[in-house]
């Protein structure tokens, strides 16, 4: 009877595992992007208060992602087109899900040492909102400060 009710229950788990990467699929609007600092808890806006950015997730195995700063102006110089750079993130490759997370190895991205890694991502959803927070890592953004980043999507209707 245990064993019955294990397989049950993993069954059940799997099949809400499943929905939950089927979910990823569609169109996302960025509601927010927070770097958390490992060392303080302290979580910043980096982007600003109103970041834009739009994801594209297919049930095909694609994620695209391009997320700006608010308030970013057209570059003039070299040192404008380098901060543009460092107030941006953006990456494309193909996903997969594994459990509660989601793992894009990585084709094109602002960052080129990103490119040919598998960037890892724990997702969870809230109604139409899905929250993406990463492992701690150095960020580039950042001076290589190790950050968690949290980021906040709602569906697009």
Do not use: C
């Given at each position: 009877m245990r064993t019955v009710l294990a397989a049950i229950t993993l069954a059940l788990a799997s099949s809400v595992l499943a929905d939950d990467g089927a979910r990823?699929?569609?169109?996302?609007?960025?509601?927010s992007v927070a770097y958390e600092d490992v060392a303080t808890r302290a979580r910043t806006p980096v982007l600003g208060e109103h970041p834009k950015?739009?994801?594209v997730v297919t049930s095909a195995g694609r994620w695209i992602t391009v997320v700006?700063?608010?308030?970013?102006?057209?570059?003039q110089t070299d040192e404008e087109r380098a901060a543009a750079l460092r107030s941006m993130i953006a990456y494309a490759g193909r996903y997969r899900v594994e459990g509660d997370k989601v793992?894009?190895?990585?084709?094109?991205?602002?960052?080129?040492?990103?490119?040919?890694?598998d960037q890892t991502r724990f997702f969870r959803f809230?109604?139409?909102?899905?929250?993406?927070?990463?492992?701690?890592?150095?960020?580039?953004?950042?001076?290589g400060k190790v950050v968690r980043v949290i980021v906040t999507?709602?569906?697009e209707n």
């Amino acid at each position: 009877m245990r064993t019955v009710l294990a397989a049950i229950t993993l069954a059940l788990a799997s099949s809400v595992l499943a929905d939950d990467g089927a979910r990823l699929a569609g169109t996302w609007n960025l509601v927010s992007v927070a770097y958390e600092d490992v060392a303080t808890r302290a979580r910043t806006p980096v982007l600003g208060e109103h970041p834009k950015g739009t994801m594209v997730v297919t049930s095909a195995g694609r994620w695209i992602t391009v997320v700006t700063a608010e308030g970013r102006k057209v570059p003039q110089t070299d040192e404008e087109r380098a901060a543009a750079l460092r107030s941006m993130i953006a990456y494309a490759g193909r996903y997969r899900v594994e459990g509660d997370k989601v793992v894009t190895k990585i084709e094109v991205a602002w960052n080129e040492a990103w490119v040919g890694t598998d960037q890892t991502r724990f997702f969870r959803f809230d109604g139409d909102r899905l929250h993406i927070e990463s492992a701690p890592q150095p960020h580039p953004n950042v001076g290589g400060k190790v950050v968690r980043v949290i980021v906040t999507w709602e569906r697009e209707n």
